[in-house]
């Protein structure tokens, strides 16, 4: 008998390696237009932008959100009685607005917390906001997983919060420092020597609401300020939180690239926290009408930045890291959420479209 000669086996197909392809030779194929697309698209739907202000009452929080974005945006300018008193619990008011500038639609709402700080006893007085913010994320969440979702589903998230320091300081324990006993007593040097400036409130608010928010400190009214007291306040300030290890935005670990990193770090090192005035009040200077606060010795121009830092803080909330707010609050801040929410459920059930409520923001 004649062996039995084995088959050869059939080589592996070896993918073919991608041709490079001078798009020149070609003639133009148009990729640059996604960007135009994108545009287009954006101008039609719009967007969306959630931002809360927190703060003890009278130190401005309504006045700068309608200098900011140059409308009467806020809850009092909305709906303010004169004759409203205090909350005794800490209360959430979301007004919406739709804003259109240049053809760009946003759908503004500003959530205020009237009520915060303005009681004698101020214990936990954070958790109806750190509630209210969760609950938007849970309202996000559960129109994701719903079978017949919306193509757009609205967006109720805060995407930023600012927290308002008052100017004049207070006493703040020491709360042991970074364990690292060079650093510590040279931080609690500093402290000692210069004096505190934030609330044991200020410092208990940030720990817990820097996890789920992106949190912007602003020192109010820094009109009452000298130059030399302001320079002085923020650096207390940035070594406070730095020595309680509390993150604000934009965070170091969310930084993308070098660019980024070289950008935030020049804000978080010099602008951070912004010392800011607001009026939606104009005045003659100089031939130009400004806004700004007239007093005996002259007018405060809001959007000189002689006068204050307003001006910075608008262009990093609105011109340079709006966008980056709403993704980092995507990202990061839902995703966290989104992630420890399902593990603890073991997964949600699709939520159907009889039993679900709307969660459409307001008008």
């Not at 007004?95 to 500003?110: A, C, P, Q, S, Y």
């Not at 913010?133 to 805060?158: C, G, H, M, S, W």
């Not at 800011?276 to 005996?296: A, F, H, I, M, W």
């Not at 399902?342 to 159907?352: A, H, I, K, T, Y």
Request: net charge neutral; glycine share 6%.
């Amino acid at each position: 008998m004649s062996e039995l000669v084995p088959e050869p086996r059939p080589k592996p197909a070896v993918p073919m390696k991608p041709m490079s392809i001078n798009s020149n030779l070609l003639g133009y194929i148009g990729i640059d237009t996604i960007i135009e697309q994108m545009r287009k698209k954006t101008m039609k739907t719009g967007f969306d932008f959630n931002i809360m202000v927190v703060g003890q009452s009278g130190l401005g929080k309504s006045t700068l959100v309608n200098t900011l974005f140059k409308s009467q945006v806020s809850r009092k300018a909305s709906s303010w009685n004169r004759e409203e008193k205090i909350p005794k619990t800490v209360e959430i008011k979301a007004i919406g607005h739709v804003i259109e500038e240049g053809g760009v639609k946003m759908k503004l709402t500003v959530i205020d917390t009237p009520g915060f700080g303005d009681q004698i006893n101020n214990e936990n007085c954070w958790e109806p906001i750190e509630k209210y913010i969760n609950e938007q994320y849970e309202k996000f969440l559960k129109e994701e997983v719903n079978i017949a979702r919306k193509k757009r589903i609205p967006d109720t998230r805060v995407h930023c919060c600012l927290y308002f320091i008052s100017p004049t300081g207070h006493s703040v324990p020491w709360s042991g420092g970074s364990g690292r006993v060079g650093e510590d007593k040279v931080a609690l040097t500093v402290l000692l020597f210069l004096g505190p400036s934030l609330r044991p409130l200020d410092l208990e608010f940030m720990k817990h609401l820097s996890k789920v928010v992106n949190i912007i400190p602003v020192i109010a009214k820094a009109d009452t300020m000298t130059l030399e007291e302001k320079c002085e306040f923020k650096q207390r300030v940035r070594k406070e939180l730095e020595v309680n290890g509390i993150e604000f935005y934009p965070q170091k670990e969310f930084d993308e690239d070098l660019e980024d990193k070289t950008e935030n770090d020049k804000i978080r090192q010099e602008s951070m926290p912004f010392a800011v005035v607001g009026s939606d009040k104009e005045y003659q200077v100089n031939g130009k009408r400004v806004l700004g606060r007239k007093t005996p010795w002259g007018i405060i121009e809001v959007e000189n930045l002689n006068h204050c830092e307003f001006a910075l803080l608008r262009d990093f909330v609105i011109r340079t890291h709006l966008q980056d707010l709403k993704e980092v609050t995507h990202n990061i801040h839902y995703e966290t959420y989104r992630a420890k929410r399902l593990n603890d459920n073991g997964g949600l059930p699709p939520v159907s479209v009889d039993t679900e409520e709307s969660h459409d923001s307001n008008p």
